[in-house]
């Protein structure tokens, strides 16, 4: 079964910039589509961007034209490439299939943007 670890979070001033990873055990080729996902204190998990087996992208209005969501299938990973983050990014971030299943849940990745 495909295990899906995330990576690359920290603690980053407003502006700066972050790259996330998600690296999966096994092959990721036949997964309709891969999400990078995030939660905020209080507020309900949300999909932030999302790219699709053939490539397709899509990304929350909050994060276009920031964040950059993009796959390695040869490394088996997935990356969310965060540019002039905002303090109101701060989030747990985790990688998971679009839909999500709940099987591939895991600790996610802090980040944190201080003002």
């Known amino acids: 079964q495909v295990q899906l670890v995330e990576s690359g979070g920290g603690l980053v001033q407003a502006g700066g910039s972050l790259r996330l990873s998600c690296a999966a055990s096994k092959s990721i080729f036949h997964i309709n589509a891969m999400g990078w996902y995030r939660q905020a204190p209080g507020k309900q998990r949300e999909l932030v961007a999302a790219i699709t087996s053939s490539g397709r992208t899509n990304y929350a209005d909050s994060v276009k034209g920031r964040f950059t969501i993009s796959r390695d299938n040869a490394k088996n990973t997935v990356y969310l490439q965060m540019n002039s983050l905002k303090p109101e990014d701060t989030a747990v971030y985790y990688c998971?299939?679009?839909?999500?299943?709940?099987?591939?849940w895991g600790q996610g990745t802090q980040v944190t943007v201080s003002s």
């Open positions: 998971n299939t679009d839909p999500p299943r709940q099987v591939f």
